[in-house]
T-cell receptor, first 109, second 113 residues
Framework: RKEVEQDPGPFNVPEGATVAFNCTYSNSASQSFFWYRQDCRKEPKLLMS???SGNEDGRFTAQLNRASQYISLLIRDSKLSDSATYLCAVNEGTYKYIFGTGTRLKVLA | EPEVTQTPSHQVTQMGQEVILRCVPI?????FYWYRQILGQKVEFLVSFYNNEISEKSEIFDDQFSVERPDGSNFTLKIRSTKLEDSAMYFCASSDEGLYEQYFGPGTRLTVT
């Protein structure tokens, strides 16, 4: 099983739709989880951290399911500007992060 | 808003040449990282650096690679003898604690011919 797995997509959704992505991880000792957004040929930009209790930032909600070892990202009321690749990152030890391959989202007008 | 900066934005070099990629992390951050991303592939961890030494490195980070913090602001990645397969985007990142959020620089696109 790969360390961190994501469905590559693309997820094509109309504007205003709600879309959710999952990211599974293999290391049960992982403690830190993040979602990043990456636009084409740009650097990953931190979207949000994922806490045990879940967290919300505007239209974005992140959740952690330790029992099944996955994190999720929910985007409500999708905008055209949300079109990007969404990367999850999971720590392995204190000083190393493993990224997933990313899920491509296309929001259609 | 503080940000990580990287220079150059694009570097073209010939196979076998040495390159040094430069990064200026966010000023109060203590943990520094290098990642690479081959076109169309995932972001891969290379190395982490804390307290003037390497904390962890991946299997990609072999003897051809080295990192240094030559002064209080710069963090560099050196590739001693570049290979064609070193062509990639190289991202520097920093964080203020070991398991905290990492902030990425804009990257250096390295092209080895």
């Amino acid at each position: 099983r790969k360390e961190v797995e994501q469905d590559p997509g693309p997820f094509n959704v109309p504007e205003g739709a709600t879309v959710a992505f999952n990211c599974t991880y293999s290391n049960s000792a992982s403690q830190s989880f993040f979602w990043y957004r990456q636009d084409c040929r740009k650097e990953p930009k931190l979207l949000m951290s994922v806490y045990s209790s879940g967290n919300e930032d505007g239209r974005f909600t992140a959740q952690l399911n330790r029992a099944s070892q996955y994190i999720s990202l929910l985007i409500r009321d999708s905008k055209l500007s949300d079109s990007a690749t969404y990367l999850c990152a999971v720590n392995e030890g204190t000083y190393k992060y493993i990224f997933g391959t990313g899920t491509r989202l296309k929001v259609l007008a | 808003e503080p940000e990580v900066t990287q220079t150059p934005s694009h570097q073209v070099t010939q196979m076998g040449q040495e390159v040094i990629l430069r990064c200026v992390p966010i000023s109060n951050h203590l943990y520094f990282y290098w990642y690479r991303q081959i076109l169309g592939q995932k972001v891969e961890f290379l190395v982490s650096f804390y307290n003037n030494e390497i904390s962890e490195k991946s299997e990609i980070f072999d003897d051809q690679f080295s990192v240094e913090r030559p002064d209080g602001s710069n963090f560099t990645l050196k590739i001693r003898s570049t290979k064609l397969e070193d062509s990639a985007m190289y991202f520097c990142a920093s964080s203020d604690e070991g398991l905290y959020e990492q902030y990425f620089g804009p990257g250096t696109r390295l092209t080895v011919t």
